[in-house]
């Protein structure tokens, strides 16, 4: 089962918990600085899978190989996900999952059940500019698939999907900041749910 991500928010209300995660000081300091004035937004030191939570954001390539920074441990934890990830790109996409666009796939395991493909660059170990707006276009991504995506089976995301860990969008092998990458995903959750809240 996949879910595509939405082109419009619908009225779900950012009921749903955000865990923001980082392994290192820099980007921990910088989600905490983004998630202290927003109700929905949490902050763990530590590795998204210490979390109890449904899906898991994987900050991939558009075409879903898994073989690097955070890809690399969720394909060893969840030996079919990358499979998974490959085969809904190709099957919905035509093989390449733009930046900007995220899909849900399962992982396998109970905990968390669902991956959320969500590229920050294009090809494998790409190098971002340091003016990129990546981080912002996959939070996006993420956040319009969360409101307001739907299952195959016709329900919608939000009711199954009630908590996501996040890790850094780009801040690995892309070489984005982590202020930077934290005030793109903060740009990103006003703007979704800001928008909801305006419905």
């Given at each position: 089962?996949?879910?595509?991500?939405?082109?419009?928010v619908?009225?779900?209300?950012?009921e749903?918990?955000?865990?923001?995660?980082?392994?290192?000081?820099?980007?921990?300091?910088?989600w905490?600085?983004?998630?202290?004035?927003?109700?929905?937004?949490?902050v763990?030191?530590?590795?998204v899978?210490?979390?109890?939570?449904d899906?898991?954001?994987?900050?991939a390539?558009?075409?879903?190989?898994?073989?690097?920074?955070?890809?690399?441990?969720?394909?060893?934890t969840?030996?079919?996900?990358?499979?998974?990830?490959r085969?809904?790109?190709l099957a919905?996409?035509?093989?390449?999952l733009?930046v900007?666009?995220?899909?849900l796939?399962?992982?396998?395991?109970?905990n968390p059940t669902?991956?959320?493909s969500?590229?920050?660059?294009?090809?494998?170990?790409?190098?971002l500019p340091t003016?990129?707006v990546h981080?912002?276009?996959?939070?996006?991504?993420?956040?319009r698939?969360?409101s307001?995506?739907?299952?195959?089976?016709?329900?919608?995301?939000?009711?199954v999907?009630?908590?996501v860990?996040?890790p850094?969008l780009g801040?690995?092998?892309?070489?984005?900041?982590p202020?930077?990458?934290?005030?793109?995903?903060?740009?990103?959750?006003d703007?979704?749910?800001a928008?909801?809240d305006?419905?």
């Open positions: 089962m996949t879910a595509d991500s939405g082109r419009s619908d009225g779900a209300e950012p749903l918990q955000l865990v923001l995660c980082a392994v290192d000081e820099p980007l921990a300091a910088a905490q600085e983004i998630a202290d004035s927003r109700a929905g937004l949490s763990h030191q530590g590795s899978l210490d979390l109890a939570v899906a898991v954001v994987s900050p390539n558009s075409y879903g190989w898994m073989r690097g920074g955070i890809d690399a441990v969720y394909a060893r969840f030996p079919e996900v990358e499979e998974q990830v085969s809904a790109v919905y996409h035509g093989g390449e733009p900007g666009e995220a899909l796939v399962p992982t396998g395991s109970p669902w991956l959320i969500a590229p920050t660059m294009r090809e494998p170990g790409e190098r003016d990129t981080p912002y276009l996959a939070a996006r991504a993420v956040l698939l969360w307001s995506g739907i299952l195959e089976n016709g329900a919608p995301v939000h009711h999907v009630r908590s860990a996040m850094g801040t690995g092998v892309g070489g984005v900041s202020k930077l990458c934290a005030r793109q995903v903060a740009a990103a959750w703007e979704v749910f928008r909801v305006q419905l």
